[in-house]
């Protein structure tokens, strides 16, 4: 080190979510904070700081080379390492393997990641498609990518036949956030006490059972809601097998959610209230036993005025867009948790004239799949993240309601959701297998149509259509 550094830094760090150290080895946490740029964004994993550490022991000629995930190209906790590496230019190349597995054992999605101290004015990104035969032929040699166009912003690194288009879209002025809001699902804190599996029921009860409790309970049938749960329940356009209830012991009044109160509520709702007295100890001991009278209510009271009103709903991982329409706004979901993970609402802003089944169909076209496998975090089996961190980003094509080509397609596509979601309906109660084949064809016509309407609403080139279509059969 006195004469400058090493001239080569390699390794294989370890993957550990700094969770995990607060819990075992906290006084280390302290240190990374306050010896690390890495450690100062959120929930980070220590592999990050080995990079800091191992690019910090480089000599001025000299290089790094690491595999490591590549969850930092576009996590949270990546900015401060991102904006290091590319105030430095230090990036000289990538081979990224997006969710093939290198390692035998735990699934990890990693790339090969190389540093130059000095600075270097682009970098070669290679994206593995074929591990195999990656494997048989390794090479480094890919995209080069300007260090211009490399900040601390998520790195994407858009290469092949689709990277103009992803710019194309990226530049688009309006995101599904500036129409729509996005909000998370409930938090309970005791999910194993107020959501229950459904058994059956009568015009007035309904027979749940309680993973709380390992029994069956009745409950007043009028004021359970039905519960969905990410991915086990939430498909393009449907749900399916809806078995779970809620037990949502408030009520929405003036746009406020308030907990009933416990008189009213025993003398309203008898057999869910001697439930809940039954779970009385586990219920009390959330909140640090902070909740007092208040102990059969939420720990989090979050976005209740939102599930009564309708909204498009999006599981938390799918293969690819995903998008269901409450349109009665009947269902409520989970905010997070394993089994199937969680879900995010969508409700169109008040100011924005859009119809949410034009949203619908346009979230759940080929071009919107394309976009999502582009920017969003992909996992083994081609599954991909359709967390609010993706999906506020998918540009929204405006609509000039003044504008009569403009506003004939958006009505268009509202009758093709229309009947879309008509389909899906009758797919589900077919009778016979031709009777399905014969829906599922008119489904999949229907699709071709939302997206041919997408495509001409957005502006697509010919071209630029091929590499979307080939990208969804390569799927």
Known sequence: MAAGGFDAVIGNPPYIRIQTLNETQP?????????????????????????????????????????????????????????QLAAGRHLSH????????????????????FLRKQGIESCSVAKVADLEAWQLAPTASGT???????????????????????????????????VAHLFVGLQTDADDVYILEFVR??????????????????????HLKQFLKGSLNIRRYRFTDVTKRLLFPYSISEGKS????????????????????????????RGKRRLGRQWYGYVYRKNHTRFDAPKILAPAIAEGACFAVDLEGKYYFVGSGGGGGGDY?????????????FLLGVLNSKLMTFYLRSRSSVFRGGYIALNKQYIEQLPIRSIDFAD???????????????????LHEKVATARTPHDRTTIERQIAATDQQIDTLVYELYGLTDEEINVVEEAAERR
């Not at 080069?144 to 688009?172: P, T, Y």
């Not at 029921?201 to 009028?222: N, Y």
């Not at 609402?345 to 089944?357: D, P």
């Not at 509202?414 to 979601?421: C, N, P, R, S």
């Open 144 to 178: 080069a990518v300007s260090a211009d166009q490399i900040g601390a912003k998520e790195w994407h690194f858009d290469v092949g036949n689709g990277a103009a288009l992803c710019r194309k879209l990226d530049a688009m002025p309006s995101k599904l956030k500036d």
């Open 94 to 113: 990538i081979v990224h393997f997006g969710h093939q597995q290198v390692f035998s054992g735990p699934t990890t999605y990693t790339c090969l990641i």
């Open 345 to 357: 609402g969508i409700t169109v802003q008040k100011n924005v004239t859009m119809n949410e089944r």
């Open 201 to 222: 029921e009568t015009t007035r009860r309904t027979l749940c059972r309680s993973k709380a409790t390992g029994k069956e309970h009745w409950f007043e049938r009028d």
């Open 404 to 422: 009569r080509k403009d506003k004939a397609r958006h009505d268009r596509v509202v009758e093709l959701v229309d009947a879309m979601l008509a």
């Open 27 to 83: 006084e280390a946490v302290e240190y990374f904070g306050r010896q690390y740029g890495a450690a100062v964004k959120g929930n980070y994993d220590i592999y990050v700081l080995f990079l800091e550490k191992g690019l910090s022991l480089l000599n001025r000629s000299g290089v790094a080379g690491y595999i490591c995930p590549h969850k930092f190209f576009n996590a949270k906790y990546g900015t401060p390492l991102r904006a």
């Open 258 to 285: 308030i907990l009933i109160d416990a008189a009213e509520y025993k003398r309203r709702f008898p057999l869910a209230w001697a439930y809940l007295e039954q779970n009385r100890a586990r219920l009390a001991a």
